[in-house]
């Protein structure tokens, strides 16, 4: 990634955007989005569609995985400091986490993964979704 610096640009390294101590926060956020996701299915599906058809909830899970690999870490989600308080965790992971739904939603809009994007869906994975990464992250670093 490229940074401007003084009529120059500063390539900046994978190492100056995520730091170790974020590991957990990492964890914790894949959990919170997983977690998401399965009582979203069970919700509205039913529990026994996940112990039979464990392929279905990897399919509806996956976009959201993608979308959040593609976007926490230029957004700053694992930066240098990101582990140190849950003041800077939490927005952090809620920031990461709104453009990572259109990342996912965009994926759910073709015939490739299950879903769709209707507004209500839109409007509970973003609130609850970004409720779940807040909490897990808060939880996170009350733990460590």
Do not use: N
Not at 83 to 107: C, D, F, Q, T
């Amino acid at each position: 990634m490229l940074q401007e610096g003084r009529g120059c640009c500063i390539r900046m390294e994978l190492s100056e955007r995520v730091s170790p101590d974020a590991l957990p926060l990492a964890v914790a956020d894949v959990v919170a989005v997983g977690g998401v996701i399965t009582v979203g299915i069970a919700q509205h599906g039913s529990f026994a569609l996940l112990l039979d058809a464990p392929g279905y909830w990897a399919a509806v899970l996956l976009p959201f995985l993608i979308g959040w690999a593609l976007v926490a870490v230029p957004v700053g989600a694992y930066a240098p400091g990101a582990a140190e308080s849950a003041k800077a965790a939490v927005p952090l992971g809620v920031r990461a986490w709104v453009p990572a739904v259109v990342v996912a939603l965009a994926i759910r809009a073709t015939p490739v993964a299950p879903g769709g994007v209707e507004l209500s869906f839109v409007v509970v994975i973003t609130v609850v979704g970004a409720a779940a990464i807040a909490a897990g992250r808060w939880l996170t670093l009350r733990l460590v």
